[in-house]
């Protein structure tokens, strides 16, 4: 049996949080008459944010600016491929942008302008991340990446305690990694650990589309600019790595502020794989909101700030987090359960260079659990 197919959770005493915050939320669509997907104003977001990272591009080629307007252009399309992958591609893969199945699958498909794969993506994320938050060696987000620690259960080196300062260069690199080898890397992972329970020919063609996708990412934006449209190969490679690092730092930022900071807990399965926790309560501990009053911000990275709200309900569209906040954050007053939020980005950034100090400094994890 796997390490995921054993643990579970299992609280001593059931608790009617959830229950109760799942009608209320009914509720509330019920008497406002809204679609729990997206609307109008998500619409609109998606065709700026797929516009923000084409456009660009398609300047490059045709007017090849100077190297300095270049650069800006590459950069402008790595915010906008984040703000893709926070906004749209997320969503659409949590089958929360539509009712559709089939425009949440081709939406889904956004995570291909990253040069990722989807298939992977969902195994780590919708299955191992939503599931075991914060579960050392079980979610994918904060695993043992040798450089970097973001559980206060793995085994540090002395090199760790700098790890506050030289991490956000490593999450420079994410997006970069993901295209090159993270994709190859998981796939063989996730079958060898059975979180993959594909068939073997479904696996083969999952692999022969992986080859053929980073091929055609590597064609569009090497080959084509450099031998179709004269466009020097340092030059595009400089852009392309600019892209790439704005895109991972963004990302992995913001994944980390809502789960890698202080006052989240970090639980470990007892002898007979059982976490002694409600599942919702458990996403409580373990997760935190940000920013909630910065409406640009939660735009822009699509309502990632509301993670307590998109852990709870993740097949809901974030443009509706910011008015069931309320209604979470009531709920768990009643239940007497703590609603975790940093009030500022800034407040959030600083409690995760906390807790990767923290981290990295073995006699400061011990009461960690």
């Known amino acids: 049996m796997r390490p995921h197919e054993r643990i579970k959770f299992a609280a001593l005493d059931k608790s009617l949080f959830f229950p109760t915050l799942k009608k209320r939320v009914d509720q509330y669509f019920i008497e406002n008459k809204k679609s729990r997907f997206a609307n109008k104003t998500m619409v609109f977001k998606t065709i700026i944010l797929i516009s923000a990272y084409i456009l660009p591009f398609v300047v490059m080629l045709v007017f090849t600016p100077p190297l300095w307007i270049s650069l800006f252009l590459w950069l402008v399309m790595g915010f906008a491929v984040a703000g893709i992958g926070m906004s749209v591609m997320h969503d659409a893969n949590h089958g929360a942008f539509s009712s559709n199945a089939t425009v949440n699958k081709w939406l889904g498909y956004t995570i291909n302008l990253a040069g ?74 996730f079958i060898k650990s059975g979180v993959n329970r594909q068939s073997g020919k479904e696996n083969q063609e999952m692999l022969t589309g992986l080859v053929i996708l980073k091929l055609l990412y590597f064609v569009v934006l090497f080959a084509v600019p450099v031998f179709a449209f004269q466009i020097p190969f340092l030059e595009i490679l400089g852009g392309f790595l600019l892209m790439h690092f704005a895109a991972g730092v963004v990302l992995t930022v913001i994944f980390q502020l809502a789960h890698s900071v202080e006052g989240t807990s970090y639980p470990l399965p007892n002898q007979q794989g059982v976490v002694e926790k409600d599942w919702a309560i458990h996403q409580l501990e373990t997760t935190v909101n940000f920013s909630p009053g910065n409406k640009w911000l939660g735009w822009y990275i699509g309502g990632l700030n509301f993670q307590i709200e998109h852990h709870l309900f993740p097949k809901i569209c974030h443009v509706h987090y910011p008015k069931l906040a309320p209604l979470v954050r009531q709920t768990a007053k009643e239940f007497g359960l703590d609603y975790l939020e940093n009030k500022s980005f800034l407040i959030a950034l600083k409690s995760h260079i906390t807790s990767l100090k923290r981290f990295g400094a073995p006699h400061l994890n011990e009461a960690i659990g």
């Not at 919708?126 to 987000?141: C, G, S, V």
């Open 116 to 189: 990722a794969g989807v298939a992977n993506w969902k195994l780590q994320h919708n299955i191992l991340h939503h599931t075991y938050t914060n579960i050392a060696r079980m979610d994918e987000d904060i695993k043992d990446r040798g450089v970097i620690k973001l559980s206060p259960h793995e085994h540090v080196h002395r090199f760790h305690k700098f790890k506050w300062f030289y991490a956000f260069f490593f999450y420079g690199i994410l997006t970069l990694y993901w295209v090159v080898l993270k994709d190859f890397i998981q796939y063989h992972h």
